[in-house]
């Protein structure tokens, strides 16, 4: 059987007016958005720590530091492409990825699928290996007071 690999990642952004709200390279319509240096793809940072951290690549800071005025509003599936590229280098392929968005509102089910084909596309992977779950915090902490959103991401790899 060939190697497989697991990775994880975790972000947080506070929630701002006048930004947008893009998750998975998908802009949500909300009255509020999330601050950042980028895009604040929260769900893609996480993707991409969990792709990097997989083959122990470091972290998307040291690939991609947010004083760099190139990252300056950019679209952080262009993060992710790096990471999938760095990976494909050194003979990895991704199995899978699982990640969770936590945000009190809006909701965001009805969103799950286009998120899911973002993802897809971007990773170049069939659409049954890209999972995506939201959970409020229930109005527990800053997220859940909606100061905040989170997200956690797991991906698998394996060799060849
Ligand atoms: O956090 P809670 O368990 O109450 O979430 C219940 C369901 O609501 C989740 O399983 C998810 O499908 C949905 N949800 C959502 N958008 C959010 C948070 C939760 O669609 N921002
Ligand atoms: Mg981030």
Known sequence: MSEHRTGVGWD???????????????EIPAQFGLEGHSDADVLAH???DALLGAAALG???????????RWAGASSLLFLRHALELIRQR???VVNV???????????????????QSLAQ???????RVSVKFKTAEKL????????????A????AAG
């Open 12 to 26: 947080v952004h506070r929630v701002a007016a006048g930004r947008p709200l893009v998750l998975g390279g998908v």
């Open 122 to 128: 971007a990773l170049e992977l069939p659409l049954e």
């Open 59 to 69: 972290d998307i800071g040291e690939h991609f530091p947010n004083t760099d005025p």
């Open 91 to 93: 003979g990895y392929r």
């Open 141 to 152: 902490g800053p997220v859940g007071e909606g100061r905040a959103a989170e997200a956690q």
């Open 98 to 116: 699982d990640a969770n968005v936590i945000l009190e509102r809006p909701k965001l089910k009805d969103y799950r699928e286009r998120i899911r």
């Open 46 to 48: 996480a993707l991409t």
């Open 154 to 157: 797991v991906v698998t790899l």
